[in-house]
C-alpha cells in the first residue's frame, strides 16, 4: 500500500475494528441470538480483539514507532 498519513493509518484500524463488529454480530444473530444482544455483544468481543491487535502491533513502541508503523499503511488484521 505504501506510506499513507497517520490520520488514515488510524482510519484503517478503527475501519478494522467496525468490519469485526459487523462480521460477530452476523455470526452471533445467524446463529440465533437476539440481534440487539448480539450487537451489544459484538462490541465486548471487538474491543477484546483490538485490544490484543494493539499490543500485538505495538507492545511497548514509542510514540515515533507508533507514528511510524501507521504511517506506513499496512492495513490491521485481527488474526
Not at 17 to 29: R, S
Amino acid at each position: 500500500m505504501g506510506k499513507v498519513t497517520m490520520k488514515e493509518g488510524i482510519k484503517q484500524y478503527v475501519h478494522t475494528a467496525l468490519d469485526a463488529k459487523d462480521e460477530v454480530a452476523a455470526k452471533m444473530i445467524d446463529a440465533g441470538v437476539d440481534p440487539k444482544q448480539a450487537l451489544l455483544a459484538s462490541t465486548v468481543v471487538t474491543k477484546e480483539s483490538m485490544d490484543s491487535l494493539i499490543d500485538r502491533h505495538f507492545a511497548n513502541a514509542s510514540a515515533a514507532d507508533i507514528t511510524t508503523t501507521l504511517s506506513d499503511g499496512v492495513t490491521p488484521t485481527l488474526n
